[in-house]
């Protein structure tokens, strides 16, 4: 765990100040937030995933003196028929779109809606807001969890378990190996996404400020892990804001058995760096419209938060069947979770805005890699093979002519033609 270096911590204080002492005098109504195209520049761009989710925002945004998400509603081609409209504020300082579940749909509404032109989306911070299951090692129904890894753990091979070899401990095994729990040969780019961990560390202390939900239902269910002592201990307490790592997968898995495999999954995708802690269905789908967007200078890679609530556990406590724990018993996780969206998410996209001349607006550099695992917008993975473009990034408008691909050995063939421009992608690296 990164500190907030003590340069940032005197930024935010000075900001602070500024900004109490800006309470005094009546606030103006916000001019429009526009770049010089006229086009609307979202300070904050929310990322749900479906009606509760969002509706949160809708219902509660207002009170909080930001603005009504419903005061605008835009269409635009290849938004989800369910969710056919991206909502923004008055003056589009806050903007918010649903992408329907699962990975399909949330690749294709986030490419809707940065190449719909119709936002300057470079200045643009994106936060993922969504619930999730937990997992009861690291957090509990309400926790809220703050991300620097994404994980597509379904990328995989798998087994029927009856099917499986005796020496497997569980029917998923990476991309060109011949046993679980090894590192994939064949990579398919979305494997594991990492964003920026200084920014990371700056939603995680403006989202402890917020007030979480909780509720004695929610409480009963959590004591069901008590009696497996220290591994399931984060389970028994009270929600908090954690920092741990999200899965992503269509698959919506539950059990014991596959959110170990999932655990070891994450860890050796990311290195050892990585702990999983909650499991969707969007999150690195949404991630690599991102990359690919940032790869054009459309977005800013380092400006993405990854925030999920835990709604459900992954897996049974002690005593339960998983098929009880999954369809059965109400674990009573769920309104707590999507709250908890509006309490830390909140929380946060006030801290941006109100301090974002002094520090957002110019960015927060990052301190670590940021991107996915082909090193696409420059340095080097810190995780995986290693970077496809010798750590250079990929140029914008297929400029990097090259044929990218690793041999047997995992050496990267084909070389990088040109060199990047002096665009700033994502803060530096
Ligand atoms: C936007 O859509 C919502 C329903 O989704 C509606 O309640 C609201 O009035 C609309 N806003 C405008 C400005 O038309
Ligand atoms: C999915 O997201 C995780 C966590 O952000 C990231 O580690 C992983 O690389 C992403 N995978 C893909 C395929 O984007
Ligand atoms: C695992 O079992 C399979 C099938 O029996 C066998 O072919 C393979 O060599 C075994 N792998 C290891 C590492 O023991
Ligand atoms: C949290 O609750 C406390 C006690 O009720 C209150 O004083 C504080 O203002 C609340 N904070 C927020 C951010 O709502
Ligand atoms: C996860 O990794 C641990 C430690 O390497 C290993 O003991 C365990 O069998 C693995 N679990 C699964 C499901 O592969
Ligand atoms: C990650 O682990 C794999 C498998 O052990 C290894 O080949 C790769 O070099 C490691 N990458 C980094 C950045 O440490
Ligand atoms: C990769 O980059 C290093 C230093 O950045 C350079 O020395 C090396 O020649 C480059 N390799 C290739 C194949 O371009």
């Given at each position: 765990m990164r500190?907030?270096?003590?340069?940032?911590?005197?930024?935010?204080?000075?900001?602070?100040?500024?900004?109490?002492?800006?309470a005094a005098v009546p606030?103006?109504?916000?001019?429009?937030?526009?770049?010089?195209?006229?086009?609307?520049s979202p300070r904050f761009f929310i990322i749900s995933m479906f009606a509760p989710e969002a509706d949160i925002w809708y219902t509660k945004l207002p009170s909080s003196g930001l603005g009504d998400l419903l005061a605008r509603n835009i269409s635009t081609p290849g938004l989800s028929m369910l969710y056919p409209h991206i909502h923004c504020t008055e003056d589009y300082s806050i903007c918010q779109v649903t992408t329907g579940e699962a990975e399909i749909n949330a690749a294709a509404t986030i490419t809707a809606v940065v190449l719909s032109h119709r936002f300057d989306l470079t200045q643009t911070y994106w936060m993922v807001g969504g619930i999730a299951g937990v997992n009861p090692k690291l957090g509990t129904l309400g926790s809220v969890a703050l991300s620097r890894y994404v994980i597509q753990v379904a990328l995989q091979y798998e087994f029927d378990a009856r099917e499986m070899p005796d020496n497997f401990t569980t029917g998923y095994f990476s991309y060109g190996t011949y046993l679980p729990n090894q590192y994939p040969t064949t990579i398919y780019g979305t494997e594991v996404i990492e964003v920026n961990d200084a920014l990371r560390e700056i939603a995680y202390t403006f989202a402890t400020q917020a007030n979480l939900s909780d509720n004695e239902e929610g409480a009963i269910y959590r004591a069901k892990y008590v009696p497996e002592g220290m591994p399931y201990a984060a389970a028994t307490q009270k929600p908090s804001v954690i920092k741990c790592d999200s899965a992503t997968s269509d698959v919506y898995y539950s059990g014991t058995m596959l959110g170990e495999a999932f655990e070891n999954t994450t860890?050796?995708?990311?290195?050892?760096?990585?702990?999983?802690?909650?499991?969707?269905?969007?999150?690195?789908?949404?991630?690599?419209?991102?990359?690919?967007?940032?790869?054009?200078?459309?977005?800013?890679?380092?400006?993405?938060?990854?925030?999920?609530?835990?709604?459900?556990?992954?897996?049974?406590?002690?005593?339960?069947?998983?098929?009880?724990?999954?369809?059965?018993?109400?674990?009573?996780?769920?309104?707590?979770?999507?709250?908890?969206?509006?309490?830390?998410?909140?929380?946060?996209?006030?801290?941006?805005?109100?301090n974002w001349e002094c520090t957002f607006q110019t960015g927060i550099k990052p301190t670590n890699y940021i991107g996915d695992i082909f090193g696409s917008l420059g340095g080097q993975p810190d995780f995986g093979p290693g970077?496809?473009?010798?750590?250079?990034?990929?140029?914008?408008g297929g400029q990097s002519t090259g044929v990218f691909r690793r041999d047997a050995e995992g050496n990267v063939r084909g070389k990088m033609m040109g060199s990047k421009t002096s665009r700033s992608i994502a803060g530096a690296h």
């Open positions: 500190l907030l270096s003590p340069a940032l911590v005197a930024l935010l204080a000075f900001c602070q100040i500024a900004s109490v002492a800006g606030r103006r109504v916000q001019a429009r937030k526009e770049n010089s195209n006229g086009l609307p860890r050796i995708w990311t290195n050892g760096t990585g702990a999983y802690c909650m499991t969707a269905q969007e999150d690195n789908a949404s991630l690599e419209v991102l990359v690919r967007m940032a790869i054009e200078g459309l977005v800013d890679f380092s400006r993405v938060i990854v925030m999920r609530t835990g709604s459900d556990f992954d897996r049974p406590p002690p005593g339960v069947s998983a098929f009880e724990h999954l369809r059965v018993l109400d674990q009573n996780g769920f309104l707590i979770a999507i709250d908890n969206i509006y309490n830390a998410g909140v929380a946060i996209a006030t801290g941006i805005l109100s970077s496809l473009t010798n750590g250079t990034g990929f140029l914008p």
